[in-house]
């Protein structure tokens, strides 16, 4: 039943117009109130939140070394089929960028090429 509020929640929130979506939510409280049923609230909250959770986790994202190659790694992700909003700064990568969405990662980093050999040299 929880499953069942959450999903509608998150129909709800997808609508753009949003005294449509707060209607809804004052419904569905009006409605567990009315059932007895208002302990449910804070479970759904909990499945929310780790919807949500998922939802960032699993949205794409851009790495870059440094702040001035943000647009040029946005452009080049794109092309490559990820496309994101913005390009966060990672100071790990010492030059280029990193795109990353679900499971699959485009490294166009010198990070990766320096472990690399980093790696055949010690072992």
Do not use: C, F
């Not at 129909?11 to 302990?39: C, F, N, P, Q, Y």
């Not at 946005?74 to 960028?97: D, F, K, T």
């Amino acid at each position: 039943m929880i499953d069942e509020y959450t999903r509608l929640l998150e129909a709800t929130a997808e609508i753009e117009d949003k005294a449509v979506s707060d209607a809804a939510v004052t419904k569905l409280i009006m409605h567990l109130k009315s059932a007895g049923r208002m302990k449910m609230l804070p479970q759904i909250a909990r499945e929310l939140k780790k919807v949500a959770a998922r939802r960032h986790a699993l949205r794409p994202t851009v790495e870059v070394a440094h702040r001035k190659e943000s647009e040029a790694a946005l452009r080049a992700a794109a092309h490559e089929g990820i496309v994101a909003a913005h390009a966060s700064v990672n100071p790990a990568l010492i030059h280029g960028w990193r795109a990353k969405s679900g499971d699959r990662l485009v490294d166009r980093s010198a990070k990766r090429a320096l472990l690399t050999i980093y790696q055949k040299v010690t072992v």
